[in-house]
């Protein structure tokens, strides 16, 4: 995809050990179709393996131990080398530690974690001792959206691999490396390039605006659009444009109070909104979704402000009570 070339995702990685989904991720980075880069390698330990193989590929690499700091501090500190490297993501590849829910929810949507076991089985530690007591057929890894809750979050891929009868956990776990140095590029590239990915980008949007009160979707010129009110009379309150009339972005065109307020969003925040083609001309404005960093609330809160500006009063009213609640 054009805009995806354009931009590579910058992450951190942060390690505690040998690093060697870290080094995984920094060669698949270096291949032709990778959508992201690696801009810092940070550890809680100060000669973990990984640092040193970071620095000979002139990565930049970061360690601060986290004896004698609260949780909150430390994670401020690594969060902080993060920030300073410019990450947009933090990619979590044997990090062991447990991250404070401040920390976690700073991040949330942009921290990945890999986890050597077939989630949800097996959280926490020793997956491959824990699977082979209990005589499972296959063990394996799974990388998850961090939350809050340890191993917790929504699994985006996983690495099915075979338990030999006479396995180790040190034999099972060497075998479930190789499936992560696989998995882990393919699903952090998949991660941050949906967010440059129309079908991603229409469902989001199709959740949010038919997550409101008595909306359907129709085409409207070919494009995805959502009205509220009956399938007989209902108004259009949003339209999905995919890089239409030659502009370069994914958008959602929503309804503006006045040109005048179209006018100065476009003007002042260029990164965010533009004028469309057309339906610029009555009061449409395009918020732009293929960019990295777009706030789903933002985009949340303008679909139901364009909702409201066409819904059926009865229905508006019914949100105004709630509000007052
Ligand atoms: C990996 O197997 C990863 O799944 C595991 O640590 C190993 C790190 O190896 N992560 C966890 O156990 C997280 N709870 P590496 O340093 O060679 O990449």
């Known amino acids: ?17 040998a690093g060697t989904n870290m080094a995984a991720l920094l060669f698949a980075s270096r ?66 530690r447990i991250l404070s829910d401040a920390f976690v929810n700073r991040w949330q949507g942009r921290m990945l974690n890999i986890h050597p076991s077939l989630l949800p089985k097996y959280k926490g530690l020793d997956t ?36 030999a009868p006479d396995d180790t956990p040190e034999t099972l776990g060497e075998r479930v490396k190789l499936a992560e140095h696989q998995l882990y590029p393919r699903a952090v590239n998949e991660y941050v390039s949906r967010g440059f990915d129309p079908a991603f980008l229409l469902g989001r949007i199709r959740k949010l605006a038919l997550g ?7 085409e409207s010129h070919g494009s995805p659009g959502f009205r509220v009110g009956s399938e007989k009379s209902g108004k259009f309150f949003a339209h999905f444009s995919d890089q239409h009339h030659g502009t370069p972005h994914i958008a959602v065109l929503v309804k503006t109070s006045s040109m005048d307020e179209l006018l100065s969003l476009v003007e002042t925040q260029p990164e965010v909104y533009f004028k469309p083609a057309y339906y610029g001309a009555s ?19 303008w679909l139901e402000r364009s909702w409201r500006a066409v819904a059926p009063k009865r229905l508006t009213r019914m949100m105004d009570i709630e509000d007052e609640f």
């Open 1 to 17: 995809m054009a805009e995806n070339s354009r931009h590579k995702a910058k992450i951190a990685v942060f390690i505690s050990g």
């Open 31 to 96: 291949l032709p179709d990778a959508a992201f880069e690696i801009v810092l390698v940070a550890s809680n330990v100060r000669d973990a393996g990984g640092l040193a193989l970071a620095r000979l590929e002139g990565i930049e690499t970061f360690a601060h131990p986290h004896k004698g700091m609260t949780r909150e501090d430390h994670d401020a500190v690594m969060e902080s080398a993060a920030q300073q490297a410019g990450a947009e993501f933090i990619v979590l590849a044997g990090y062991m």
């Open 128 to 163: 491959f001792a824990r699977a082979i007591a209990a005589g499972d057929s296959h063990a394996g890894s799974s990388v998850h959206i961090v939350t809050p809750e340890l191993d917790a979050g929504e699994v985006l891929a996983q690495s099915v691999v075979a338990i």
């Open 212 to 218: 409101l009160p008595e909306t359907h979707e129709r």
């Open 283 to 301: 009061g449409w404005i395009g918020l732009i979704l293929n960019r990295p960093g777009v706030d789903w609330d933002h985009v949340g809160e």
